[in-house]
Nanobody, 126 residues
Framework: VQLQASGGGLVQAGGSLRLSCAAS????????MGWFRQAPGKEREFLAA????????DYVDSVKGRFTISRDNAKNLMYLQMDSLKPDDTAVYYC????????????????????WGQGTQVTVSS
């Protein structure tokens, strides 16, 4: 599986961005997927996860109510809609994926994911 994240850029505080993650392969619907980010000098942190079919999701508290994860398996795409952005959201954003059975719990830890995209930079100015 190959993942490619895109959609990052420079935005003012309070603005919005939508990140996309394109997944290769014919078995994308068997993948649980997630978003992480890494700010300068900080460790990579979990943001959001979504189940294979897109009916379950989970978020870190700091982005609940501002970020929305979704996916379109027909297009092999996952999204992260980011609203009400803050300067603290400045980071490189990564998408990740792992093969799981349909009833598996959502994955929130970095080590639980097997495939990673290259990252896309998001910069929020004050």
């Amino acid at each position: 599986v190959q993942l490619q994240a895109s959609g990052g850029g420079l935005v003012q505080a309070g603005g919005s961005l939508r990140l996309s993650c394109a997944a290769s392969g014919r078995t994308v619907s068997r993948l649980t997927m997630g978003w992480f980010r890494q700010a300068p000098g900080k460790e990579r942190e979990f943001l959001a996860a979504i189940s294979r079919g897109g009916n379950r999701s989970d978020y870190v508290d700091s982005v609940k109510g501002r970020f929305t994860i979704s996916r379109d398996n027909a297009k092999n795409l996952m999204y992260l809609q980011m609203d009400s952005l803050k300067p603290d959201d400045t980071a490189v954003y990564y998408c990740a994926a792992a093969y799981v059975i349909s009833s598996a719990p959502l994955r929130t830890q970095e080590y639980e994911y097997d495939f990673w995209g290259q990252g896309t930079q998001v910069t929020v100015s004050s």
